[in-house]
């Protein structure tokens, strides 16, 4: 999806133009990946503009950098106001945000640790992020043949730049087979996530997620359908899945920030369930979007109004 510029970016503490949002070419991170990031989408709201779970983005950033040893020159709630602050100042009412805490200009070598950390915060508008029609539709996806990082190579955890190498593997041999998304195995075989979201199952009225050990990236969205499963009252288990209860499941859905709730119609042209999107799914999605949109009450202070 294409940019669309926004007027100002912010980047070690100053909000620059977006043109002059630059890094060096010998950048350490342009060599070896170093770099943790986050996306974070802001809603309009009836209320004005307001910044979902910015707080628990925070903390997964900064978890990141503890993991790869990158110590952040601000404070969580520096970054908090600044990524209120760069959406505020381009104007936007709803938009996509990337944080992102990188190893800069200094030295090359694997060793990182002469490198400076640099930051910048980005925002701009962006759609719907696996088709306009994929949230009433749902989507066709295949199991990739690529599988996630075993859990003692790179840290799956961290929401880190080389991690979306494997990524970007599972997601063009998708597409080049005509498919919009692929879901990865771990490297046991049970089921991990998509290239860029989680994956939830329901079946005879539970859901199933996989845990954290399926090499996943621990979502913020994840985590808030599991929040709202307990809210309405839908029995949830986090359990190791195998491929084929993919094919037998009721519905499949994906979660993520850019992906929000969206449901699978078939996994390997298998149709999911009766191939059209499910209660379950619709309901998750009523639920996320009435909150993200102000209609109902906050009651999980999930929003950060600009």
Known sequence: MAFVKAEKIWMNGRLIPWEQATVHVLSHVIHYGSCIFEGIRCYKTQRGPAVFRLRDHADRLFDGCRIYRMEIPYSREEIEAAILETVRVNKLEACYIRPLV???????????????????????????????????????????????????????????????????????????????????????GYVSEGSGENLFIAKKGVLHTPPL???????????????????????????????????????????????????????????????????ITSRFQAEFRSITSGQTDDRHRWLSPI
């Open 102 to 188: 990188y190893r800069g200009y200094e030295s090359l070598g694997v060793d990182p640790f002469p490198c400076p950390i640099d930051m910048a915060i980005a925002a701009y508008p962006w759609g719907a992020y696996l088709g306009k029609d994929a949230a009433e539709k749902g989507v066709d996806v295949m199991v990739s043949s690529w599988r996630r990082p075993a859990p003692d190579t790179l840290p799956a955890m961290a929401k880190a730049s080389a991690n979306y190498m494997n990524s970007q593997l599972i997601k063009m041999e998708a597409l080049v087979n005509g498919y919009v998304e692929g879901i990865a195995l771990d490297s046991a």
């Open 213 to 279: 050990t399926a090499s996943i990236l621990p979502g913020i969205t994840r985590q808030t359908i599991v929040q709202l499963a307990q809210d309405l009252k839908i029995p949830l288990i986090e359990r190791s899945i195998p491929r084929e209860a993919l094919y037998t499941a009721d519905e499949v859905f994906f979660v993520g920030t850019a992906a929000e709730v969206t449901p699978i119609r078939t996994i390997d042209r298998v149709p999911v369930g009766p191939g059209q999107r499910g209660e």
